[in-house]
């Protein structure tokens, strides 16, 4: 079946303190990797999309990589303002375009 | 502004009382999807559409219909809700290419009494 884990559900970091959040996933015949940010009471907001083993993106503090099991989110010298809950999705080919959501982990950044 | 719109955004109603949640999406997306997010289930996917009249069951169908009449909308319909329909509920959209991101709308939060 596939599934997706992250880790840890929760992180506390001090502001500067960087760490990384781990997803897990079995999906056979990835079509991409997702990771998303969402804020409390609001949509998921996308940020990176990886397709294959090896790929790493970059967005200002964030960088998204991928190997044939695991993904990382790399926060480099956090603020407080990356505090929120972030998503990892995989998308196989089955189930047109549908997506399997991790349960999330939820980062608190504090001064 | 590129944007998934949901309406209404917070409802509260009573068991078996028919509502409708409206999504509409203004990138001309193909695909278009609902999902539910309840604590420690995360995100599952209800129904999707990948295109006018073009609809299928996501993971968890029982007790919603949905139709697409018009490429921008997708509304989720309750005919008979229930308790274990109070959730948060987001409308998504991407390109129909798979391995497209998937763009959130804001949420409706949804308490059935």
């Known amino acids: 079946e596939d599934q997706v884990t992250q880790s840890p559900e929760a992180l506390r970091l001090q502001e500067g303190e960087s760490s990384s959040l781990n997803c897990s996933y079995t999906?056979?015949?990835?079509?991409?990797l997702f990771w998303y940010r969402q804020d409390p009471g609001k949509g998921p907001e996308f940020l990176f999309t990886l397709y294959s083993a090896g790929e790493e993106k970059e967005k200002e503090r964030l960088k998204a990589t991928l190997t044939k099991k695991e993904s990382f989110l790399h926060i480099t010298a956090p603020k407080p303002e990356d505090s929120a809950t972030y998503l990892c999705?995989?998308?196989?080919?089955?189930?047109?375009?549908?997506?399997?959501f991790g349960a999330g982990t939820r980062l608190a950044v504090h001064p | 502004e590129a944007q998934v719109t949901q309406n209404p955004r917070y409802l509260i109603t009573v068991t078996g009382k028919k509502l409708t949640v409206t999504c509409s999406q203004n990138?001309?997306?193909?695909?278009m999807s609902w999902y539910r997010q309840d604590p420690g289930l995360g995100l599952r996917q209800i129904y999707y559409s990948m295109n006018v009249e073009v609809t299928d069951k996501g993971d968890v169908p029982e007790g919603y219909k949905v139709s697409r009449k018009e490429k921008r909308n997708f509304p989720l319909i309750l005919e008979s809700p229930s308790p274990n329909q109070t959730s948060l509920y987001f409308c998504a959209s991407s390109l129909s290419r798979q391995g497209d991101p998937q763009y959130f709308g804001p949420g409706t939060r949804l308490l059935v009494l």
């Open positions: 990138m001309n997306h193909e695909y």
């Open positions: 999906v056979s015949g990835l079509r991409g």
């Open positions: 999705a995989a998308q196989g080919p089955g189930g047109y375009n549908k997506l399997i």
